[in-house]
């Protein structure tokens, strides 16, 4: 009778961690594929026209700044570092160079996606961003040109690159 | 039966948070990334031609000579081509002499001017004292397209009556950057 129960008990068990298993072997397929946070462009950071020896800024609030947005499609919030690689010039084809700089609060991150909840960070710097479950946040970038006097006229431009880690 | 259960359970809750742990402690984020490019067009670069002197031709020891910014022949003139439509400020470095033979002198003074988006010095445009304090005016056309300023300029000198015979010269320099507006 008393091995009787004590098989009972131990197909209990068995039933028990079969579904334990079943969940784990979940999780483990969640850790082969890691969770991210996609980053995409929403748009370039945009100088527009620039006048030889005339210095021009465009704030991260500024319409023509530079925009990414973080999608977290996840089920649960997502801490990330952001990651700048900033160029120091835009360039033309011809590779006329004209310097390009970036300040301590040029870059804004903004869990809401608006502009009204940005926190201004040195896009020189990491920074880490909390993103919550299944939301969209948004970055912004803005910076300042410093032409010459004697700057080549034409078309510039520079890729900046943003990792989400 | 009872100590057997109770062991049983206990076994199963320990293994159970054991493999719970694994399942949702931190994970390691794939690295994401996007692009963006920053953008500027740089306009066209201002130029400044001196198109003519500004010439007193002869002088007469103790007579003092005018020539207006409206002389065709004698006035000083500048041509200026940059971005149309764009804003300038325009300033001069004037000398108050001109150098004649033997560091000879001779005092000129009472500068007059007139600036026009067309190449006219009596219509269509503004006076103005020419001075190193910069006054903002715009080039003809539109952005995208070249644009042209001119600006002429009178003055009159002051000949001592015995002044040093011969010829008389200096530099006239103007200025012109874009404000950016």
Redesign the interface.
């Known amino acids: 009778m008393?091995d009787s129960?004590?098989s009972i008990?131990?197909r209990?068990?068995r039933s028990?961690?079969l579904p334990?298993?079943i969940?784990?072997c979940?999780?483990?397929s969640?850790?082969a594929k890691?969770?991210?946070?996609?980053?995409?462009?929403?748009?370039?950071?945009?100088?527009?026209?620039?006048?030889?020896?005339?210095p021009?800024t465009v704030p991260l609030t500024d319409s023509r700044a530079?925009?990414?947005t973080l999608v977290n499609g996840t089920g649960r919030a997502?801490t990330?570092q952001l990651v700048f690689v900033l160029?120091s010039t835009?360039a033309t084809g011809g590779g006329a160079l004209?310097p390009?700089q970036f300040g301590p609060a040029s870059a804004g991150f903004s869990a809401t996606g608006s502009l009204g909840s940005m926190v201004p960070f040195d896009p020189s710097i990491p920074f880490t961003a909390t993103i919550a479950a299944k939301t969209t946040a948004r970055v912004f970038?803005g910076?300042t040109?410093q032409?010459t006097?004697?700057?080549?006229?034409?078309?510039?431009?520079?890729?900046?690159?943003?990792?989400?880690? | 039966m009872s100590r057997t259960s109770l062991v049983a359970r206990g076994v199963v809750t320990t293994a159970a948070m054991a493999i719970a742990f694994a399942a949702v402690g931190p994970s390691p984020l794939a690295a994401q990334t996007g692009t963006i490019n920053a953008t500027a067009t740089v306009l066209q670069p201002i130029t400044i031609t001196g198109s003519n002197d500004l010439q007193f031709g002869n002088v007469f020891p103790g007579v003092n000579k005018t020539v207006d910014y409206t002389d065709a022949t004698n006035a000083g003139k500048f041509t200026v081509g940059g971005d149309g439509g764009a804003q300038v400020a325009v300033s001069f470095t004037l000398p108050t002499d001109l150098n004649g033979p033997a560091g000879s002198t001779l005092p000129i003074s009472t500068w007059t001017g007139y600036y026009n988006t067309t190449n006219s010095a009596t219509s269509g445009g503004a006076s103005f004292t020419p001075s190193a304090t910069s006054f903002n005016t715009n080039l003809s056309g539109t952005t995208g397209s070249p644009g042209s300023l001119y600006v002429f300029l009178g003055a009159t000198v002051t000949p001592a009556v015995n002044q040093t015979q011969g010829a008389y010269s200096n530099t006239v320099t103007m200025t012109v950057a874009y404000t950016g507006s």
């Open positions: 008393r129960r004590h008990t131990s209990t068990l028990a961690l334990l298993m969940l784990v979940g999780a483990g969640t850790h890691a969770p991210t946070v996609q980053v995409a462009r929403v748009q370039d950071l945009t100088f527009g026209n620039v006048f030889p020896g005339v021009i530079g925009q990414y997502l990330v160029p835009l004209m390009v970038l910076g040109l032409p006097g004697g700057q080549a006229f034409g078309s510039y431009t520079a890729t900046i690159t943003l990792t989400a880690l």
